[in-house]
């Protein structure tokens, strides 16, 4: 991290949202550690106005200028807007920028963290997944820092301490299953989206919630760990394991098998991607608990009852532009089902007709440029889909 001094000066973009909140509880137990310098949200100026001030953050940005526009009395380190979003990230009294914001509104904001040199905890996946090698490559242009929150991901990063990467074998990501796992594809046609949203053992907000339904987050995760750990494809497994207390595993090549294990809850690896290689002291959150932690069962993906997650990884390994539709098709997709605009299991049709419809299109070289009209032409596409559906 590139702070002199000993405390670490704290960006978090959508502190309202679910990883945003997680965040704020971890940072105000480590005054001596952690400083919050900006807090950004979309539209909900109400939580940001108490939370700035419970947190003394010096600049709060509200992203939609709509909602900035109408801001009355607009507190003095307040700006609005996409562009003062991106400030915020490139401001030299910010070393670590915390991505919480949700769908590929957080690519631009990751690549321009990392050019700027910040170490970036990066909760918004959809980054990784739209422009994978734009994020690695601001990386090594910036010589900025990129460490996940996502606990899948953190759990792989702990568990690499075991061994050297190039002892690295394989990949086991766990997937909880979601609220329907065990469920047969004729019984997911009824379910709604309040059936969706109960996640069984994370409390998330909506979009993840539903990406988890689907499992079409287990494929963004794949992708996600494909482009931060270098590791093809076909080395990197998915296990359902409904307990989420295992949060991942890595296999070396003697067949060691390491897991990184506790109760679910995102504070844990929220307070890694910020204290990472180091481990701070905190013995707030639940102890573990072994005995009542069992057992710990594991099961295959079902794939005929969720399709999104091949969709997804045939997306991921087929490379290019292809990620980036899935995602914005993903995008979509979850917005509509969300709106009863469609069932559930037309999500994973409209996003395979997009990939299918879409993909090899353009054999530039992938630009900035690039993904964004391809993330536009996916979301025109799925949008004219559901149109079609509707009638
Ligand atoms: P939420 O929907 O709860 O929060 C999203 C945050 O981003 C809110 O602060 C929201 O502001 C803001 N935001 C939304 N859209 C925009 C936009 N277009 N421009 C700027 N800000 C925006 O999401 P989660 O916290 O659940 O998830 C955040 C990310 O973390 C996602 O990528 C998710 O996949 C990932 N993640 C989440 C986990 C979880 O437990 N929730 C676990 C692992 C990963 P406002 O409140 O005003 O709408």
């Known amino acids: ?3 002199s001094s000993a405390v670490t000066r704290i960006a978090i973009l959508g502190s309202t949202g679910s990883v945003g909140r997680s965040t704020l509880e971890v940072v105000s137990r480590h005054p001596e550690r952690f400083q919050v310098r900006a807090l950004t949200a979309n539209r909900s100026v109400d939580l940001l106005r108490e939370q700035a001030g419970r947190h003394g953050a010096r600049s709060v940005v509200v992203a939609d ?3 900035f526009r109408t801001l009355d009395p607009r507190p003095s380190g307040w700006n609005g807007g996409r562009e003062a979003l991106l400030e915020i990230v490139r401001d030299p009294d910010i070393d670590v920028v915390v991505n919480a914001l949700v769908g590929f509104a957080g690519l631009e904001p990751t690549l321009e963290a990392l050019r700027a ?4 905890a990066l909760a918004n996946k959809e980054s990784l997944v739209a422009g994978g090698d734009l994020v690695m490559a601001a990386r090594e242009e910036g010589g900025g820092e990129l460490v996940p929150v996502d606990s899948e991901h953190s759990a792989i990063l702990q568990c690499m301490n075991g061994g050297e990467r190039r002892t690295v074998s394989r990949l086991l990501l766990t997937a909880s299953g979601g609220p329907f796992r065990g469920w047969d594809a004729s019984r997911l046609g009824s379910v709604r989206p309040g059936d969706a949203l109960k996640h069984p053992t994370w409390s998330m907000g909506a979009k993840i919630s539903i990406d988890s339904a689907t499992l079409a987050n287990k494929a963004l995760e794949v992708i996600e760990a494909h482009v931060l750990y270098r590791i093809p494809y076909e080395s990197i497994d998915v296990v359902v394991h409904p307990q989420s207390v295992i949060h991942s595993m890595v296999e070396f090549i003697d067949g060691s098998v390491m897991a990184q294990m506790g109760f679910p809850t995102m504070e844990l690896p929220i307070l890694y991607a910020l204290s990472f290689p180091e481990r701070l002291d905190d013995r707030s959150l639940r102890t573990f608990d072994a005995v009542r932690s069992s057992p710990l069962t594991f099961e295959s993906i079902d794939h005929a009852a969720f399709p999104m997650f091949g969709v ?3 997306a ?3 490379g290019g532009l292809a990620p980036a539709i899935f995602n914005a098709a993903n995008e979509i997709a979850v917005e509509a089902f969300l709106t009863e605009r469609i069932g559930f299991p037309a999500m994973a049709e409209a996003v395979h007709d997009a990939i299918e419809g879409l993909v090899g299109t ?5 630009s900035l440029v690039g993904v964004q009209e391809s993330d536009r032409e996916a979301r025109r596409f799925v949008h004219d ?4 559906h509707d009638s």
């Open 362 to 366: 353009s054999d530039d070289p992938i």
């Open 312 to 314: 997804g990884t045939d």
């Open 65 to 67: 200028p709509e909602s």
């Open 385 to 388: 889909w559901i149109s079609r």
């Open 117 to 120: 040199g910040k170490r970036v």
């Open 316 to 318: 991921g390994r087929k």
């Open 1 to 3: 991290m590139s702070n």
